[in-house]
Every structure is written in C-alpha cells, then in structure tokens.
C-alpha cells in the first residue's frame, strides 16, 4: 500500500493508485498499464468561488487538462486540503481530478504527505476511502453549512483540524470524523465553479456540431451535458430542434427539465412550430410540464396551435392532461376547440363530462351547443 496516492474511481488510466482492487489487479497483470501515460497537458486560469476562502484571497485557479495515449481525458487542480485560521492547521496540497464531464474521480498527494485529524492523528486507509465517498457525493449536507458554523470551536482546540471541534450538526456519513474541515474544504473544491468550467471547456473543445450528436447518441448524464451546452452557446437551429425532439419521449426528470428550457429558449414561430411536434412526441412528464408553462406563460397561444392542442382531448386519458388542455382552450376558445371539449360531455369518466359541461357553458360558444348542455343539466342536475 506504500505505493499508492490516488484515492477515486478511474475507469482506466491509474498511477500509483491506493485502492487495494486496483492495486491487486496490476500486480495479476504484471504491472503492465499500457497507454496509462499522460503526454498532453494543457493549462488555463478560470475564476473560482469557495466559501472558505478569505478576503481579499486570488480566486484564480489553474485548471489542467491532461490526455492519455489512449484518448482519455481527465482535468485536475491542485488545492489546500484546509484553510488555516489563527495558525492552528497544517495545510496539505491535494489534486482533485475531474472527467471531462464535471463529475468527481478522485484525490491525489504528494509521495509522503499524509492527510490529518484531530490531535494529529494520521490518516488511516478506512478515513481516505470515507473522504472519496464524501467528495464522490453531491448532495452533501456540506453544501448548507459556511465557514463560520465550523469556526466556532471550543477555546483552547488545536490541531490539524481543531475546527472539528465545532458544535456543528452534520450527517457522520458525510465527513470524517476529526477532520470536518478538511472534508468541508475538499467537498466545496470538487463541487465549485470548476465543475462549470470544465464542462464548458469540454463542449468548446468538442464543437457545437458534435454537443447536438451527444444530444442523439449520448447516455443520460451526456444528454444533460449537451442540452445545457446548447443554451449556453445558443445554439437553437433545426438540427438543435431535431436532436432535442428526438429524446423527448424517453426524458424524464431532469432531463425533461432541460427539454423544457431549451424550448423556452426559442423565439417567435421556432417556439410555436417546437412546441406542436413536442406535445406529439413526448412523453406524459414533459407534456404536462408544456401545459403548465402555456398556462403560466405571458405568450398568448396562437389559435392554430390551441386547436391542435384540443385535438388531443380525443385520444388522451390522461386527466391531468385533460384538465390543463381545458385550462389552454378556456383562455382562447374557438370553435374548434369548442367542437372537442364538447365530444367529452360523453366522456365514460363523470368528473372530466362535468369539467367539460362547465368550460363549455362558460364560454362565449355556449350557445351553439344549447342541446348538449340542457340534456346534460337535466340529467345530472344533483351532480352539478
């Protein structure tokens, strides 16, 4: 184990890793990692917020950006494992290393450093395993706390981490015990501005062309990466349109909250024409969302796109569904629209033929169907 100081979870290039799986399985392969070197590296600044730095303290970091002979690509910055306050902790350089998507590796030191607790206490291989979990964990309940919850420390605390002695209420899982400021420290540098910056970076690098492939061809966390990438570099034309049209049946969750946001993004007839093929492709979570942003929106639905929507009254069972496309046509009827609310007075489900019966008699085309809602009034008049 003298060997190893990298802590995280590459997918294939290792150097000198610490993880007792990967140590194992290079020594049954000889030692050998072929292509597992590092020829490229390049370098730029980006501007990093971190809520333990101090006033007036630079907020420009190098990032690195390194490729394998193989292809692989991987970016790293090198940090303070803690940010010292009254010259009570020992400040250890770490490197965290990033995908080219934003998303965590893992942690390296230096041959010979190793990371403290509380009371000096070193490191043991169960406490740099827990750290990588920790780092590994986006919706840490580090994300919530400042700097000035963990400074309040009892007098007379010293140590490499005496701000561990702070009375601070924190999930165990989510730091190492004795050493809560090195965890909150490392957790803010792996989940900071860098992330943005190196899925920026990516996507510049890649080109605006191939982000929209990653649109069509991507697994989930690319597709999220590419739509993001496409609002950022507005890029909004027919072949955006098509990539994101495409996954609109299988986005969910998240992702059909990016799906939404590059819809209300477009402008003018683009958002008109998008919005009519997305409500015929998508799937139920992304419609309702479009129903809802209609009926929230400031944009007045053209009338053509209000009678296409109404055509979908016909064919849907679904009642959220039918609600909201109620709410739309209500706002801007017509008598087309009118002609499909009025189809469900005979809907076989008696709360969607009462919603019906009141859009339509609320409505200026109410006397144009005097028939349909005498016979249902009279029929159902205790109901009403």
Same mark, same amino acid.
């Given at each position: ?74 970016? =790293? ?298 016979? =249902? ?8």
């Amino acid at each position: 184990m003298s060997i190893g100081i990298m802590f995280g979870q590459f997918a294939g290039c290792f150097s000198a890793v610490r993880r007792r799986a990967m140590v194992a399985a290079l020594i049954v392969a000889g030692g050998a990692v072929p292509a597992c070197q590092w020829p490229t590296t390049e370098q730029f600044d980006v501007v990093v917020n971190h809520p333990g730095m101090k006033p007036g303290e630079s907020k420009l970091r190098q990032l690195n950006r390194q490729q394998s002979w193989s292809g692989e690509v991987r970016f =790293f910055v090198d940090v303070n494992s803690v940010f010292c306050g009254e010259g009570i902790c020992r400040v250890d350089p770490v490197r965290l290393y990033w995908n080219e998507l934003g998303q965590y590796l893992g942690y390296e030191l230096s041959r010979g450093v190793a990371l403290e607790k509380a009371e000096g206490i070193d490191f043991d291989a169960a406490d740099y395993d827990k750290l990588d979990a920790i780092l590994a964990f986006a919706d840490s309940d580090l994300k919530h706390l400042t700097p000035e919850k963990l400074l309040s420390r009892p007098r007379g605390d010293s140590g490499a981490d005496a701000f561990s002695g702070a009375s601070v209420l924190v999930n165990e899982n989510h730091v190492v015990s004795g050493a809560i400021w090195t965890s909150y420290t490392l957790w803010h540098w792996v989940h900071s501005d860098l992330v943005a910056a190196i899925r920026n970076h990516t996507a510049d690098y890649l080109g605006a062309d191939k982000v929209v492939d990653l649109v069509r061809a991507g697994n989930r966390q690319q597709q999220l990466f590419a739509i993001e990438q496409l609002l950022r570099l507005s890029r909004f034309d027919g072949q955006a349109q098509q990539a994101v049209l495409a996954l609109s049946p299988s986005a969910t969750g998240v992702l059909a909250e990016h799906v939404m946001m590059f819809a209300e993004q477009l402008a003018g007839q683009d958002y008109w024409q998008f919005v009519q093929r997305l409500f015929q492709r998508a799937n139920d979570d992304i419609v309702s969302q479009l129903l809802s942003t209609l009926l929230a929106a400031r944009r007045v639905v053209p009338a053509n796109v209000v009678d296409q929507l109404s055509e979908q009254l016909a064919v849907t069972d679904n009642l959220q569904h039918i609600y909201l496309l109620l709410d739309v046509i209500q706002r801007q009827p017509s008598a087309q629209s009118m002609s499909a609310v009025a189809a469900l007075i005979n809907h076989p489900n008696f709360i969607v033929s009462r919603r019906a019966y009141w859009s339509l008699a609320d409505s200026e085309f109410a006397a144009d169907y005097q028939t349909e809602l005498e016979h =249902f009034r009279n029929q159902y008049t205790d109901r009403l």
